[in-house]
């Protein structure tokens, strides 16, 4: 009894620190902005929900919504190995219009070969648990609907007509639909992981001698062979090991190239996970979230390469593009990266970046990246974990700004699910959700994101997000300026 009694003590502690930590920084970041138009006529409602006197009672007056459900929250623990699914989509990914085109109309969906040759490569975390997903696999699983109603069952099931939800739902441009999962969450199905999408097993050796992070602990070719080995070994027994071409993910990526003036040319690599497992401010989780869009850009000038630019939340760092490290296949076939290699800093074209643990957002570096919150109460972690290369799965796309359209080397891939105006998970669930809090205004469960189209791609500086006064190029990155060879990779 008294062990009971001292853990709901140590709890209501942790959850007054995580309310004054967070109420503060919230307040100080988001002062002057404001709130979503339709937020306050929801609130009332969403507070409503709650069958609790006293929980409704707290969220009105002091803002701590849903408190009780941390001593009783279903979620949480170990991921358990779910089965991959065996479904084929590729007939989605065939099911576009193509054909005859006129030269003019040709011209505008090449993309140039310069664009695919700079193109990054993708260090997922070695401890991850939701992995790349299908976003075809994600429409079966989903239903799109108007708030917490179903909309229809019509354009559920990777329908390619998804874009027609933009009218179908009427008013805000259909930027009120959520895809909302059709499965029960606390099973942890095989879509919302990725299991089956784990990249094909590669090596990398790194001859680097100093780095942002100091050296590279593991990062030797064993050391992968022991990721390789870990990531099929995590598949159940009942399934096929089928081989699968090293770096390539199963889940495919996506290449929307924005031309724009002045001869810059703006490739965006998109990335798409079904889940965003969100981390932890006095073990307290916030921001998990259905559906999870990242994003590198690669910013060319005449061809050449300039800057690039990583998602980072709802902000990210943009890089000279000599300042991040780049990968070199080697004739064993595994990739060699260096800043201090004379021959690979030549030689290398290909950025390596990196995906954190569970948020999936990107960094330049491995390592602990603390961010917003200080004391390092909140941080992502990356590390060299499975090599993930975008271009061996890859739907690329031409978008002037105005329209979309699928490139030559995907003729027939579909645009219907850039267009979609919505959001690609649930809306933040109820109060009388066992799963839902509320703590100085962040959610345990926030909406889903909304899609590629809404990243700003008609940007005019390579940096991320609105309201940023000054884009800040970075010539180099970590603290101090390495001592590294000019790279020749962009003349």
């Not at 009894?1 to 919230?26: D, E, K, L, N, Q």
């Not at 590390?383 to 975008?390: A, E, F, I």
Request: neutral net charge; aromatic residues 12%.
């Amino acid at each position: 009894m008294r062990r009971s009694g001292r853990r709901c003590f140590y709890a209501i502690i942790a959850i007054a620190i995580a309310y004054i930590i967070i109420g503060g920084v919230i307040s100080r970041f988001t002062k002057g902005r404001h709130q979503d138009p339709i937020f306050d006529l929801e609130n009332k409602d969403w507070i409503a929900s709650s069958g609790s006197w006293a929980d409704r009672a707290a969220c009105n007056y002091f803002g701590i919504c849903g408190a009780f459900h941390l001593f009783t929250r279903t979620h949480g623990g170990q991921i358990p190995n779910a089965l991959p699914s065996t479904n084929n989509h590729s007939e989605y990914w065939s099911s576009g219009r193509s054909g005859e085109w006129s030269p003019e109309e040709k011209q505008l969906r090449e993309i140039p070969q310069y664009i695919f040759d700079h193109a990054p490569y993708v260090h997922l975390s070695s401890r991850e648990q939701f992995w790349p997903t299908d976003l075809a696999e994600h429409l079966a699983h989903t239903s799109p609907h108007l708030g917490y109603k179903m909309i229809s069952e019509e354009h559920s099931n990777g329908s390619t007509s998804i874009h027609e939800l933009n009218v179908i739902a009427g008013g805000l441009g259909g930027h009120n639909v959520y895809l909302a999962s059709n499965d029960d969450l606390n099973q942890w199905p095989s879509w919302l992981t990725g299991a089956a999408n784990i990249p094909g097993p590669g090596a990398v050796r790194l001859d680097v001698t100093d780095t942002p992070d100091g050296p590279p602990a593991k990062s030797t070719l064993r050391h992968h062979q022991e990721l390789r080995k870990r990531a099929l070994n995590s598949l159940p027994d009942t399934v096929e090991r089928q081989q699968v071409p090293s770096g390539r993910s199963k889940a495919p990526a996506f290449l929307i190239v924005v031309p724009k003036e002045n001869g810059i040319v703006d490739a965006f690599w998109f990335f798409f996970y079904s889940f965003n497992h969100a981390q932890k401010v006095v073990n307290i989780q916030f921001g998990n979230h259905i559906g999870d869009w990242e994003h590198t850009l690669i910013r060319f000038r005449n061809g050449k390469p300039q800057y690039i630019s990583l998602s980072e939340h709802h902000f990210g760092a943009a890089y000279a593009w000599d300042a991040i490290e780049k990968y070199l296949p080697s004739d064993d076939g595994a990739m060699v990266g260096s800043w201090s290699n004379e021959t690979v800093t030549k030689l290398a074209k290909r950025p390596v970046v990196y995906s954190a643990l569970g948020s999936h957002a990107m960094y330049a570096t491995p390592g602990h990246h603390p961010y917003i919150l200080p004391w390092d109460l909140l941080h992502d972690d990356t590390d060299r974990g499975p090599l993930w290369d975008p271009t061996l799965n890859l739907h690329s796309y031409s978008y002037d700004l105005q329209t979309i359209r699928a490139s030559t080397r995907n003729p027939s891939s579909p645009t219907g699910w850039f267009n979609f105006a919505g959001r690609w998970g649930d809306k933040y669930f109820k109060l009388s959700d066992p799963r839902q809090y509320r703590f100085a205004g962040q959610y345990h469960y926030m909406n889903g994101p909304y899609g590629p189209k809404a990243k700003f791609l008609d940007r005019k500086e390579p940096c991320q997000g609105p309201g940023i006064k000054k884009c800040q190029i970075k010539e180099w990155v970590g603290d101090e300026r390495p001592k590294r060879l000019p790279s020749s990779s962009s003349d």
